[in-house]
T-cell receptor, first 116, second 113 residues
Framework: AQKVTQAQTEISVVEKEDVTLDCVYETRDTTYYLFWYKQPPSGELVFLIRRNSFDEQNEISGRYSWNFQKSTSSFNFTITASQVVDSAVYFCALSETTDSWGKFQFGAGTQVVVTP | KAGVTQTPRYLIKTRGQQVTLSCSPISGHRSVSWYQQTPGQGLQFLFEYFSETQRNKGNFPGRFSGRQFSNSRSEMNVSTLELGDSALYLC????????????FGPGTRLTVT
C-alpha cells in the first residue's frame, strides 16, 4: 500500500506566484521523519527539509515553508514567490523507525512548472 | 565537502547481461541506500548497507544484489538483465539513523535493449 500520497501530478504557475504541494502519509510508528526533496531535470534528488513527528511547529526557510499536521497526516510544502529555477519534480518522503534502516518511502512526485 | 558520486552515469546493456554500478558516499557517511526510479513505479527502495552489512532490503528479485566496502563505497549488481530493469539508479548516503536526511548522487541511467 502506498504510504505517501501526492495527489497533485502537475502544477503550473507563473513566476512570483506561490505554490503549495500536498503530501499525505500513513504510518503506525509514533516516531517518524518526513522530508521534501527536489529533482530538477538533471536527475539528482536535492534535500530540502526534514521534520520529525514530535515537532509540529511550522517554519519558514527563505522562500520555503511547510505545514505539518499530525491530526490529518499531512505535510504540505509551499514555495513563495516562485521562480523559473523552481521548476522540478518535488517528492515527499517518509522514514519510519520500524524495520526501516535506510528506507525512505517516496510519493509519486509533483511536477512544478514555473513560467516567466 | 564532496557530494555523492556515482559511476558510470550512463550505461547501455543487452538483455541477459549483467551490470555493476558504483557509489561513493559523502565522507563520514557510513550508510548507503540504493533506489530504482522508473516512470511507472516511481522511486523504489532496493537495499541499504551500513558498515559493510546489508541492514534492509526492498522487494526486488535476487538478481539485484549489492555490497559495501570498508571505505563505505558501495556497488550494486544486476544479473541477467531484463528490459524492465531500464531505470535511473540512485544511491544515497547518510550517517545511518532514521532521523538523518539522505543525500543523493546524480544517478546511473541504465538502458537495457
Amino acid at each position: 500500500a502506498q504510504k505517501v500520497t501526492q495527489a497533485q501530478t502537475e502544477i503550473s504557475v507563473v513566476e512570483k506566484e506561490d505554490v503549495t504541494l500536498d503530501c499525505v502519509y500513513e504510518t503506525r510508528d509514533t516516531t517518524y521523519y518526513l522530508f521534501w526533496y527536489k529533482q530538477p531535470p538533471s536527475g539528482e534528488l536535492v534535500f530540502l527539509i526534514r521534520r520529525n513527528s514530535f515537532d509540529e511547529q511550522n517554519e519558514i526557510s527563505g522562500r520555503y515553508s511547510w505545514n505539518f499536521q499530525k491530526s490529518t497526516s499531512s505535510f504540505n510544502f509551499t514555495i513563495t514567490a516562485s521562480q523559473v529555477v523552481d521548476s522540478a519534480v518535488y517528492f515527499c518522503a517518509l522514514s519510519e523507525t520500524t524495520d526501516s534502516w535506510g528506507k525512505f518511502q517516496f510519493g509519486a512526485g509533483t511536477q512544478v512548472v514555473v513560467t516567466p | 565537502k564532496a557530494g555523492v558520486t556515482q559511476t558510470p552515469r550512463y550505461l547501455i546493456k543487452t538483455r541477459g547481461q549483467q551490470v555493476t554500478l558504483s557509489c561513493s558516499p559523502i565522507s563520514g557517511h557510513r550508510s548507503v541506500s540504493w533506489y530504482q526510479q522508473t516512470p511507472g513505479q516511481g522511486l523504489q527502495f532496493l537495499f541499504e548497507y551500513f558498515s559493510e552489512t546489508q541492514r534492509n532490503k526492498g522487494n526486488f528479485p535476487g538478481r539485484f544484489s549489492g555490497r559495501q566496502f570498508s571505505n563505505s563505497r558501495s556497488e550494486m549488481n544486476v544479473s541477467t538483465l531484463e528490459l524492465g530493469d531500464s531505470a535511473l539508479y540512485l544511491c544515497a548516503s547518510s550517517f545511518g539513523t532514521d532521523s538523518y536526511e539522505q543525500y543523493f548522487g546524480p544517478g546511473t541511467r541504465l538502458t537495457v535493449t
